[in-house]
């Protein structure tokens, strides 16, 4: 078993930044993967950026290339996701979850561990 404990967030102006953190306990050696996600009202949930635990190779959701920065600190066994640049479209309830896939996939019904979610609002 794997717990994702998330903190960060809130609100922002358009143009702002934020900071959101994941840190995981339990069975963490097993962790193929480290994704966050979001999820709008009336949207579905979408990957935004996720890394691998073993080469640390990262994967980027369009929308926030150039913008969002997804990091890891195995000492602490927390991902962070350091945002930039936020728009109003940004604003959605943002999760961290864990993959033990082996492989890259940004599908959340291959996410075997969710974090509580946090809400990002970014006003215009």
């Known amino acids: 078993q794997v717990q994702l404990v998330q903190s960060g967030g809130g609100s922002v102006q358009a143009g702002g930044s934020l900071r959101l953190s994941c840190a995981a306990s339990?069975?963490?050696?097993?962790?193929?993967?480290m994704g966050w996600f979001r999820q709008a009202p009336g949207k579905e949930r979408e990957v935004v950026t996720l890394?691998?635990?073993?080469?640390?190779?990262?994967y980027y959701a369009d929308s926030v290339k150039g913008r969002f920065t997804i990091s890891g600190d195995t000492a602490k066994n927390t991902v962070y996701l350091q945002m930039n640049s936020l728009i109003p479209e940004d604003t959605a309830m943002y999760y961290c979850?864990?993959?033990?896939?082996?492989?890259?996939?940004?599908?959340?019904?291959?996410?075997?561990?969710w974090g509580q979610g946090t809400q990002v609002t970014v006003s215009s």
């Open positions: 339990g069975a963490t050696s097993s962790i193929k993967q």
């Open positions: 979850a864990a993959s033990l896939w082996g492989f890259e996939t940004i599908v959340p019904s291959q996410y075997d561990y």
């Open positions: 890394i691998q635990t073993g080469d640390g190779a990262a």
